[in-house]
């Protein structure tokens, strides 16, 4: 089946700690992107990339780091210099056309503590 | 810059009944328009979008929206809501302009939460 894999479902991690969020796609599609989710906020652009090896900031990528060195992976790094990193976080990706639609990642829901 | 504002942040109603969950944008240049739903601890599925064409738009489970370029707005309608609606719906916008790499990019709501009472 294609889709958007995600994992894990539940990260737990120390303040302070770095912590990577995995992120696969087999839908061979160029575009993948990370949201965060926070209650009553919506989702919000973190980074995006819509080739391999490149890679944009969205609206708050103060605090992450990407890669996208394979079209099928895009892992998000939540550095300790993010100051409010509990939240749940959503992987998407789409072709690049701009009327293409983004499919989404089940989320992963990290806490800091 | 583009903004989507969902006016109710929960909608309660009971089963069977009709429903709107309201979506309004701004933009200064032309957009596509989408719904999308989440149902809890699940990530989103889109439920339908307006890319051109008709204005009224239809999902395959009974919900419908309908662009209006004069009201810049895409509200969300059921005729007859089940239980298994319960969900939060998003709203969200892209720009139609083709900008270099970031063609495609979603701006969201924050979200309507429908809940579905017997």
């Known amino acids: 089946d294609g889709g958007i894999t995600q994992s894990p479902k539940y990260l737990f991690r120390k303040e302070g700690q770095n912590v990577t969020l995995s992120c696969e796609q087999n839908l061979n599609h160029d575009a993948m992107y990370w949201y965060r989710q926070d209650p009553g906020q919506g989702l919000r652009l973190i980074y995006y990339?819509?080739?391999?090896?490149?890679?944009q900031k969205g609206d708050i990528a103060e605090g992450y780091s990407v890669s996208r060195e394979k079209k099928e992976s895009f892992p998000l790094t939540v550095t300790s210099a993010q100051k409010n990193p509990t939240a749940f976080y959503l992987c998407?990706?789409?072709?690049?056309?701009?009327?293409?639609?983004?499919?989404f990642g089940p989320g992963t829901r990290l806490t800091v503590l | 810059a583009q903004s989507v504002t969902q006016l109710d942040s929960q909608v309660p109603v009971f089963e069977e009944a009709p429903v709107e969950l309201r979506c309004n944008y701004s933009?200064?240049?032309?957009?596509?328009l989408f719904w999308y739903v989440q149902y809890p601890n699940q990530g989103l599925q889109l439920l339908l979008k307006?890319?051109?064409?008709?204005?009224l738009v239809e999902s395959i489970n009974g919900f419908e929206a309908e662009f209006n370029k004069s009201q810049t707005s895409f509200h969300l309608r059921k005729p007859s809501v089940h239980i298994s609606d319960t969900a939060e719906y998003f709203c969200?916008?892209?720009?139609?302009?083709?900008?270099?790499?970031?063609?495609?990019?979603?701006?969201f709501g924050k979200g309507t939460k429908l809940s579905v009472k017997p």
């Open positions: 933009s200064s240049v032309s957009v596509y």
């Open positions: 990339s819509q080739i391999v090896n490149d890679f």
């Open positions: 969200a916008v892209s720009d139609q302009r083709n900008y270099g790499g970031s063609q495609g990019n979603l701006i």
């Open positions: 307006y890319l051109s064409g008709s204005t």
């Open positions: 998407a990706s789409s072709h690049r056309g701009k009327t293409d639609t983004q499919y």
